[in-house]
């Protein structure tokens, strides 16, 4: 969505934001729940994120990634800040203290690129502070106006509700009170029911 050549190829349509979200969201559940050792990625961005085949999501550049069991129930101690602006964890920023969390924080990040259609960061202001007051309004027509103007209306209405409450509650600024990757996959997937391709392994 950010690049001349990826705007050349024409509008991503909601369906296909949608099927990122989930993709993306199942890739991190792998990593933190399955993968032996467990990985936090690190380094969630859009530009790690890679479409292939009628734009299924890849997620890629494992190069700041964390390995190691205890990263499932407890934070790391505190570690060198690594990451990209607009997507690094607030609480990570403050604390120093990495955990899975910390990549939930930056897909709620994700979330706001695919809905809005804006970068991570404006100017000064990150998308998560920007959008702020409009995501948490429970007015349906405020919420609308988020969307991506490329869109033209073009949406689910009750998956864009799904998505902006999914980036609320993954941008909370407690990391423990964040929702962590299996939830949102469930989530996800009741959301998107019978709407979206059968999965792909990971």
Not at 145 to 172: C, F, M, R, S, T
């Amino acid at each position: 969505m950010h690049t001349q050549q990826g705007q050349c190829r024409g509008t991503l349509s909601w369906s296909n934001r949608v099927s990122i979200a989930l993709d993306l969201a199942r890739a991190l559940d792998y990593l933190h729940n399955v993968a032996d050792p467990p990985v936090i990625h690190r380094d969630i961005k859009s530009s790690n994120i890679l479409l292939v085949n009628n734009n299924r999501a890849k997620l890629a550049d494992f190069g700041l990634c964390k390995l190691g069991h205890d990263i499932q129930t407890a934070p790391l101690t505190p570690t060198t800040i690594k990451g990209s602006l607009g997507y690094v964890d607030t609480n990570y920023l403050n604390t120093g203290l990495l955990s899975p969390k910390s990549d939930v924080y930056s897909f709620g990040v994700i979330l706001l690129e695919l809905v809005t259609g804006l970068k991570s960061f404006l100017g000064s202001t990150t998308i998560a502070e920007w959008t702020e007051e409009c995501r948490k309004n429970q007015n349906v027509d405020v919420l609308v106006g988020l969307l991506d103007p490329k869109l033209k209306g073009d949406a689910d209405l009750e998956q864009l509700k799904v998505l902006i409450e999914l980036a609320n509650l993954a941008l909370l600024e407690n990391a423990e009170a964040r929702p962590d990757m299996k939830f949102i996959v469930s989530t996800l997937l009741d959301c998107t029911e019978d709407k979206l391709q059968p999965e792909l392994p990971v």
